[in-house]
């Protein structure tokens, strides 16, 4: 796990380690992933995608390899009596699908069935962000959700407590857009609340909210979407209504 943490840190602090470091690590990670947990994975996979480090063409499979034991060892009959705490938690298999989407790598549809089954588990206490990036991984990996994980997702994300930044707002509807998708009514309502929430908040008022690159993504899959966004005379003529 030290080795993990040391990687993880460096990718915090965007710090790329010299070419003999990796050489090693990566060597010493190939030897001893095996005692690795999933915390130690999704440690390696996160920084080795967040450095773009080019021994990710050898790490990546094996985090997968191991990933794919560690599930199907917690979903196993015989493993039946472990505590939660050894099942992988809905954060550390978040960084592992951003990881295999960030470096281009496709784990294959069983370990992907595995990750979702096992993101079912806790998806009513994913967070927003949480929620994006994995809808954003599988659509980069061109992987649809099936059914039952996409209505528990969409019941969460219309939910949440936490609120939804630009880009998650963006990404999510990318993710949609791409896989052909369709959101729901309400989700959509939350996304046109929090888009007008966050352009109320941005300072200086002449300051736009969105970066272009999240116009760009918006604009896109609101038009595959077929989905238009509330205007300002929209607003206008909702107020009217309530005061009459």
């Keep these: 796990q030290d080795l993990s943490n040391a990687l993880w840190a460096f990718a915090r602090f ?3 380690p010299g070419a003999a470091f990796q050489a090693e690590f990566e060597e010493a990670a190939v030897a001893k992933i095996t005692e690795f947990n999933t915390q130690s994975l999704a440690n390696v996979a996160y920084a080795y995608a967040s450095l773009a480090l080019p021994g990710a063409a050898t790490v990546l499979p094996l ?8 599930l199907e060892d917690v ?4 493993s039946s009596a472990r505590t939660e705490s ?9 960084m592992v699908l951003w990881a295999y989407a960030r470096c281009g790598f496709d784990p294959g549809p069983e370990a992907m069935a595995l990750v979702e089954k096992a993101c079912l588990s806790h998806v009513r206490e994913m967070q927003p962000d949480e929620l994006t990036q994995y809808l954003w991984a599988s659509a ?33 509807l990318w993710a949609y857009a791409t896989l052909g998708l369709k959101p729901s009514d309400a989700l959509l309502e939350r996304f046109a609340d929090e888009l007008e929430r966050a352009e109320a908040e941005t300072f ?3 300051k736009s909210a969105f970066n272009p690159q999240d116009l760009s993504l918006g604009f896109w899959s609101a ?3 077929a989905w238009q966004p509330r205007s300002s005379e929209d607003k206008k003529d909702s107020s009217k209504t309530e005061l009459e």
Excluded: I, Q
């Design 223 to 225: 038009a595959v979407l």
């Design 204 to 206: 200086p008022p002449k």
């Design 63 to 70: 985090v997968s390899e191991h990933l794919e034991k560690r």
């Design 86 to 94: 050894s099942a992988p938690t809905a954060v550390e298999l978040v």
């Design 75 to 78: 979903g196993s009959s015989e």
């Design 14 to 16: 965007e710090h790329v």
């Design 140 to 172: 980069s990996l061109r992987y649809r959700p099936n059914a039952s994980f996409l209505a528990a997702a969409e019941r969460r994300a219309e939910r949440a407590p936490a609120m939804y930044d630009t880009e998650s707002v963006t990404l999510t």
